[in-house]
């Protein structure tokens, strides 16, 4: 990609962006409600917290709870996801117990971790892997039914051991499921760790909004959710594009391949 | 010699390939003649070990196939995909040369033509040193000056080589006949051997004919 489109794409990003802060700005200001604060208020807050050490501590404990959650439910999804796509009797067995995952409302699992074991760390975070986690399985498994089988016979004669079937054959196919994963995993990730935090953990961002709450303080609310959206938005500019773009610089011309 | 031996193939509940004996001699190119679905891809999957019969009776030979479609990974260049076969690139970069493709060692598939590709898939196939090579219509949709450059390759490549024998698909009489020692003619539904000789001993008519 050169030079001018990714400066294009930026300055497409600013003009939403800056239209979506221009319409908050007006609205907030014709209604001079503290429970709608300017952007102004937003940020002025959130450099308080910031001074205060406050920011930076919330959010450092909560992004160590997603992504360890996002890790473990990417690896265990992923595997089990593949799996399910190789071995049809594994994927018989474990349908069901996929289709309940699905089903479970995410508070219920977190309710019930707290309940059998307490409001601790290893609950918190084994209810955010448990709700991703079939998610992933469902993606993978689908990018593994996508595998072409003419590039597997070429395999099978080449006599392609485990790990070229692996890194050469299996993951580039694979990887664009993996980035949507990635993006849903983050995206969602992120959402249910707040409620985790919110309901039984007394640090991260979830507890700090929990307190706002409590105060109906929206300024502070919002400054904690743009502070995050922020880390966010920065692992998909500066980590998940440029990994996109690096992978799929093969793509393009011809497809007879 | 290669005996071959493959027993009847019966894809769902349709018997779609008769029970066939074929050999072969070292040096000698078979082509296969067939109409469009009379199971001649199926027979060279058989041969190459990716289909449910073992059909080689005597010794297994080292088989290479060059598939219809290059079957290159569209994510590695030219060289990689030769390298993931044969990993000295001193001799990777010495067979792409001899396909004419040393210019293009660090392209990726979507970046050259299709007769470009199938001379890569062509290097990558002789990078094993089989004893008999296999091909499935190397010249399909390839323009009239490619293909003729392409027959050259593999005459030159395979053909000429006394040590290495060939099996060659194909649905073109004038092809069969520019390049076969023997042929074999496929024909009917399950498809059998309708003749299975000498070149020499047929023209582009009689071979026409059979085929109609």
Redesign the interface.
């Known amino acids: 990609m050169n030079a001018k489109s990714s400066q294009s794409r930026l300055s497409d990003q600013l003009i939403t962006l800056t239209a979506l802060i221009a319409c908050w700005w007006g609205i907030a200001y014709y209604l001079q409600d503290p429970l709608l604060p300017e952007p102004g208020i937003v940020v002025a807050k959130m450099m308080l917290e910031y001074e205060q050490g406050r920011l930076l501590h919330h959010l450092w404990i909560t992004l160590q709870r997603v992504l360890v959650s996002f890790l473990f439910a990417m690896l265990i999804g992923g595997v089990l996801g593949v799996l399910m796509a190789r071995i049809p009797r594994m994927n018989r067995i474990l349908d069901p117990l996929l289709i309940i995952l699905l089903n479970i409302p995410a508070l219920v699992v977190i309710i019930l971790l707290y309940v059998w074991f307490g409001l601790v760390e290893v609950a918190a975070v084994a209810a955010v892997i448990i709700n991703k986690l079939p998610n992933v399985a469902v993606t993978l498994r689908e990018g593994g039914r996508m595998f072409d089988p003419k590039l597997e016979q070429m395999a099978k004669l080449y006599r392609f051991n485990m790990r070229q079937t692996i890194t050469e054959l299996w993951w580039p196919q694979l990887f664009p499921y993996i980035m949507v994963a990635t993006r849903g995993g983050l995206a969602l990730i992120w959402k249910i760790v707040l409620v985790v935090e919110l309901l039984g953990r007394s640090d991260g961002v979830g507890f700090q909004l929990h307190l706002a709450f409590q105060l109906f303080d929206v300024a502070t609310i919002l400054a904690y959710s743009f502070a995050f959206i922020l880390i966010v938005q920065m692992i998909e500019w500066f980590i998940l594009q440029p990994l996109d773009r690096h992978a799929s610089c093969w793509k393009g011309g011809n497809s007879y391949v | 010699m290669y005996e071959m031996q493959l027993d009847e193939i019966v894809l769902g509940s349709r018997a779609i390939l008769s029970r066939l004996n074929l050999s072969l001699c070292e040096g000698e190119v078979l082509c296969i003649l067939g109409p469009s679905g009379c199971g001649k891809t199926t027979i060279l999957?058989e041969l190459?070990?990716?289909g449910v019969t073992a059909p080689w009776q005597n010794n297994q030979p080292e088989v290479g196939?060059l598939?219809q479609?290059?079957?290159?990974?569209?994510?590695?260049t030219l060289k990689q995909n030769l390298m993931?076969?044969h990993p000295d690139g001193e001799r990777v970069m010495s067979i792409l040369k001899s396909v004419k493709l040393e210019r293009y060692a660090d392209y990726?598939?979507?970046?050259?033509?299709?007769g470009m590709?199938r001379r890569a898939a062509l290097a990558?196939c002789l990078l094993?040193e089989p004893d008999i090579v296999l091909m499935d219509e190397p010249l399909a949709s390839l323009d009239m000056q490619t293909a003729h450059e392409m027959l050259v390759l593999i005459s030159d490549l395979v053909g000429k080589d006394p040590r290495r024998s060939m099996i060659y698909v194909t649905h073109d009489p004038d092809e069969a006949l520019a390049i076969g020692d023997q042929i074999a003619v496929l024909k009917g539904s399950p498809a059998s051997l309708f003749f299975y000789g000498e070149a020499k001993e047929l023209d582009l008519a009689m071979l026409e004919s059979m085929l109609r």
Do not use: D, H, K, T
């Open positions: 999957n190459a070990g990716l196939y598939f479609e290059p079957r290159l990974l569209p994510w590695r993931i076969v990726y598939p979507s970046q050259i033509s299709l590709a990558r094993c």
